[in-house]
């Protein structure tokens, strides 16, 4: 299987061999995605994202999993856009906890340019702070794309969500190809592309594959790729969906290691739901990549404690930021965590 040659990195995949990949006995993708992912990557060392909301609710999209669209009642306060120096002080915590990626997340279909000053602000003064950046604001016209690139932005999230002939069933307000063309702008603007989906809204294995096939062939593989398990919001369409089938999640975020060797695949939503052992295959698989908040835009997510008491666990460390300025805050409040969260692990129930 041509997938476990050294540096590997294709943008041709087709359906059949993705499906194949897919119906591998489960130790056998789980032994491959884990070969890959060594080539790459220490398998021991974890990425820490933390997302804060910047804009939350009403917006006008229909995504049918989306707590935040106004044409669902999901009891969201809504709220405009927040200051500068929450932003600041959100993203000061977040380093302080051991974050070396801050995601800023916005329910906007595409940004206004009335708020492109403050949010270019937001860009810089996180930046100062020694962390990585991210924002996922919608869609980016080529000029918004610049704006954010030269305001030093990092890493911008935008997700496909789900195959090209599922999405229909999801999403009506914006097409495939919007998404497609917010990714070329943003790749073409210098920044790193975040781009993934959605699994467990309904869609088959042929979906998955789609998705990850999608993001395997475009031009170059997004830099880091978050699999969102669906939460499922009361009030949305989605509320009801049927769980999928749990080793199924993890088949998939094994696939996307192999498909996209050098990415950072992020566990993303859905942690919550997850017990540890799920989180730990997970990590088996090739996630190298978390949401490290309490939550993430309007959902929770598991709490600092849970995560470095599981980290503790399975000897995991967090990767620091390799643009970092001065880690020892960091590292010292990281280390008290973990003594914590050592203390406390065998508390969390299994
Ligand atoms: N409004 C912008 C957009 O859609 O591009 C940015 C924010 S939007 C909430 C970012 C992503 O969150 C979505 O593309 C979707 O993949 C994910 N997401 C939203 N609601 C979710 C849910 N209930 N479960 C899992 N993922 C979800
Ligand atoms: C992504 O792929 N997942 C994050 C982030 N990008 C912005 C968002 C998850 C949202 C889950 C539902 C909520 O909390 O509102
Ligand atoms: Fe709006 Fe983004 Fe939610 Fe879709 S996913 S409804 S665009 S906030």
Avoid at 90 to 101: C, L, P
Avoid at 176 to 195: F, H, I, P, S, W
Avoid at 245 to 270: C, N, Q, W, Y
Wanted: aromatic fraction near 6%; hydrophobic fraction near 40%.
């Amino acid at each position: 299987m041509s997938a476990t040659t050294p540096d590997d990195i294709r943008n041709n995949w087709q359906r059949d061999e993705v499906l194949a990949l897919f119906n591998q006995p489960f130790n056998d993708l789980l032994f491959t995605a884990q070969t890959v992912h060594r080539r790459h990557f220490d398998a021991n060392k974890v990425q820490l994202s933390t997302l804060m909301s910047i804009k939350t609710g009403a917006c006008p999209e229909d995504c049918k999993y989306c707590p935040q669209s106004a044409r669902y009642d999901t009891g969201l306060e809504k709220e405009k856009l927040v200051d500068v120096e929450r932003v600041i002080a959100e993203a000061r915590a977040a380093k302080a906890s051991g974050a070396s990626r801050f995601c800023m997340g916005a329910a906007w279909r595409s940004p206004h340019q009335r708020d492109m000053p403050a949010v270019a602000a937001m860009v810089r003064e996180v930046k100062a702070l020694g962390l990585e950046t991210c924002m996922t604001l919608g869609m980016l016209d080529d000029q918004q794309a610049q704006q954010l690139a030269e305001a030093g932005l990092d890493y911008y999230n935008h997700n496909l969500d789900t195959s090209p002939e599922f999405y229909g069933e999801i999403i009506t307000t914006r097409t495939y190809q919007d998404r497609l063309e917010t990714l070329d702008n943003v790749r073409k603007a210098g920044m790193k592309v975040c781009a993934g989906g959605i699994i467990g809204m309904g869609e088959g294995q042929r979906d998955r594959a789609g998705l990850l096939m999608a993001l395997a062939n475009l031009p170059e593989h997004p830099d880091s790729v978050p699999i969102n398990m669906l939460v499922k919001v009361a009030g949305t369409p989605l509320q009801d969906e049927a769980e999928l089938d749990p080793f199924e999640f993890i088949r998939t975020i094994a696939v996307a290691r192999i498909m996209m060797p050098k990415a950072h695949v992020r566990l993303s939503a859905g942690r919550e739901e997850m017990n540890d052992q799920m989180q730990a295959l997970a990590f088996l698989a090739g996630a190298n990549s978390i949401f490290y908040c309490e939550k993430l835009l309007t959902t929770a997510n598991p709490n600092a404690n849970r995560d470095m008491a599981l980290f503790a666990r399975l000897g995991i460390e967090r990767e620091s930021v390799a643009t970092a300025h001065d880690n020892s805050d960091q590292q010292r409040a990281l280390e008290r965590q973990i003594a914590a969260a050592d203390s406390s692990a065998a508390f969390y129930p299994a």
